[in-house]
């Protein structure tokens, strides 16, 4: 079946019927806006446009809302949202601020100003339904201290934003409740844990000064350890190894409670995972395995993804993927792994599609092992798929694409609006669903 067969199927699919050809069932609307499912995403400015802010998304039409942007300040980009769906927020890099939305009211929370942070942050989470979040700000100092680093803890509402010094504070991972706090900082071996309900505001230094301690614990062993996924007392570590300097990328067993490493699982390269019940995927890009064999593609250099069994604590799958620093994950209703990088090898013009056309996205099939690249090029800043749908957002060069899963193979198609794509004005940096179903 070729390509233009299946985009007039595609096309008849979205003009019949929705549940026949999506699979998904239809919700009640109860939002403010009206709207069923919805989506939130960051716009920056560009010379096109002369504000940001936080898109809401008709994510059952594929339409921008008729709704005005949330604020979120000149340049938001990175989002994350609770576990519950009823707090979004987004990282501001003109002001070092982060703006937070209630998505049961749909409003701003707070002042609508932002909260402030002492400096650019690559990773932040909201980890309960409270207005509670937290920052991980490499570069903040602290009175006194020659090292710089810091996690704050961030009240939305009040728009504070109390400190804890960690030296080089990178990356930030919660626990399941908020009590707990794995801390990632660069050229480390370590992984610094924090109770930040112990904490003593406005500035801990406690990290500093006397580990362990009842805020600060320092646990050594690791191998450049840059991430973890949490299922309740176990975080699984992904140590990068030669990729950031290190010796050997693994994925580490850790016990929370105890605070102690109880397996080593040796993978080719680990800077980012998604865990799926009992599987663990994890991508990375080896210094030195690193070919792209089986591949006809002009890139020279090819990433990995490592899939485990963790019941049988190895791995049992390896694919040929896209290069770059991967940061991001996510697993469509159908099985199908979206795996996005950053500073990968593109080749060709998605604008001017004449020969091969590839970019930082690769597309998993766990049911065959089969690999799709799609033609297009750019970061992939954001993913986003839905359990009442065949479609994954993702944020791809700047631009939010709309991807069909629902054929044998995947499509990069313009089924659903012109060239595939959400016309979101400005630079969009990350997508959010924000409703359950």
């Known amino acids: 079946m070729n390509k233009s067969i299946l985009t007039v199927l595609a096309v008849l699919c979205v003009a019949f019927t929705f549940v026949s050809c999506a699979g998904g069932k239809k919700s009640t609307a109860h939002k403010a806006s009206g709207l069923p499912e919805r989506a939130l ?86 980890p309960t339904s409270n207005q509670i979040g937290f920052a991980a700000v490499p570069t903040a100092t602290v009175n006194g201290y020659a090292f710089s680093g810091a996690v704050q803890s961030l009240n939305f509402s009040t728009g504070s934003a109390n400190v804890i010094a960690v030296n080089d504070a990178q990356t930030v ?87 102690t490493i109880t397996k080593t699982i040796p993978v080719d390269a ?16 080896s210094p030195t395995n690193n070919a792209c064999t089986g591949q006809k593609t002009a890139a020279t250099t090819c990433g990995r993804l490592n899939i485990i069994d963790l019941n049988a604590g190895k791995v049992v799958g390896r694919a040929v993927i896209t290069d770059g620093i991967h940061q991001r994950m996510d697993l469509t209703v159908n099985n199908q792994l979206f795996i996005g990088s950053r500073d990968c090898t593109n080749i060709g013009n ?9 970019g930082c996205l690769t597309i998993y099939h766990t049911d065959t092992g089969a690999v799709f690249f799609p033609p297009d090029n750019g970061n992939v800043d954001g993913l986003q798929g839905f359990t009442t749908r065949y479609i994954e957002y993702v944020a791809e060069g700047g631009n939010l694409r709309v991807y069909d899963t629902i054929h044998g193979d995947i499509l990069f198609i313009d089924v659903f609006l012109p060239q595939g794509t959400i016309d979101v004005v400005g630079y969009v940096g990350d997508v959010k669903a924000i409703d359950f179903f």
């Open 270 to 285: 680990a800077t980012w995972g998604l865990l799926n019940n009992t599987t663990l995927y994890v991508a990375g890009t």
């Open 41 to 126: 995403v960051s716009q920056g400015v560009t010379s096109a446009t002369t504000f940001g802010g936080l898109v809401l998304i008709d994510a059952n039409h594929d339409t921008i809302a008729p709704v005005a942007p949330f604020p979120g300040g000149n340049s938001p980009g990175l989002m994350e949202i609770s576990p519950s769906r009823n707090i979004a927020a987004a990282f501001d890099a003109a002001s070092n601020s982060i703006f937070a939305v209630d998505t049961t009211t749909e409003t701003s929370i707070g002042s609508g100003s932002g909260t402030k942070l002492l400096g650019p942050t690559t990773s932040f989470v909201v």
């Open 173 to 259: 991972v919660s626990n399941t409740t908020g009590t707990q706090l794995l801390v990632f900082s660069g050229d480390s071996n370590s992984v610094t844990v924090l109770n930040p309900v112990n904490a003593v505001p406005p500035v801990d230094t406690s990290c500093y000064t006397n580990p362990p301690n009842s805020v600060c614990t320092v646990v050594p062993g690791f191998d450049r350890p840059v991430y973890a996924l949490v299922n309740n007392d176990t975080a699984y570590i992904l140590n990068c190894g030669p990729q950031c300097g290190g010796t050997q990328a693994s994925v580490m067993v850790f016990d929370l409670s105890s605070l």
């Open 350 to 358: 998605a604008n001017n599609p004449v020969g091969e056309v590839r």
